[in-house]
């Protein structure tokens, strides 16, 4: 016997599609793009997307705009009962933040082989000095949450490339 979902079913798959949302938000805007979600019982409560260029802020990361969002919302730092969505693996700053705010669960796109704290470079996410720990899931749309970003960075090059060769105006 096959089973289905049912249509409506809000799994993992549904709340990364949100969080590809926003990645698409930062792509538009010239931004890494990266999108995240924080969803506490069926519902975002936070949502952010990379902002470090147009902000001139290297915390403006799409996990932690949607932490200071989920946590003004709740009027509450401490986000027990809540998941965060990440098209990419959190980097040092992010993970920190996500163990302080006491998240039950980080649910990530792809891998961060440069940069990752939840399990590429570092796992923090079960640190046993640590207060807090977090349950971990990967790889969840991985290959659209890998394309954006390699389809980012590929136009990027491109467009490097042709600044390059293009003649320089007034000489």
Not at 138 to 150: G, K, Y
Request: positive net charge.
């Amino acid at each position: 016997m096959v089973r289905r979902k049912a249509e409506g079913v809000r799994d993992d798959s549904y709340w990364m599609g949100k969080a590809l949302r926003e990645a698409e938000k930062a792509a538009a805007r010239d931004e890494v793009p990266i999108g995240a979600v924080v969803v506490r019982n069926g519902a975002v409560i936070g949502r952010g997307h990379n902002l470090r260029e147009n902000k001139q802020d290297p915390s403006a990361h799409a996990e932690m705009i949607a932490i200071r969002q989920a946590a003004r919302r709740l009027g509450c730092w401490r986000l027990t009962g809540c998941v965060l969505y990440v098209t990419l693996e959190p980097c040092l700053m992010c993970m920190g933040a996500i163990i302080l705010a006491r998240f039950d669960r980080v649910v990530f796109g792809c891998h961060d082989p440069k940069g990752g704290a939840a399990g590429s470079l570092y796992d923090l996410s079960d640190d046993r000095r640590l207060n807090h720990r977090v349950e971990l899931t990967s790889r969840v749309r991985e290959e659209e949450c890998s394309a954006i970003l390699s389809g980012f960075f590929a136009d990027l090059r491109t467009r490097k490339k042709k600044a390059r060769r293009a003649p320089s105006a007034g000489i």
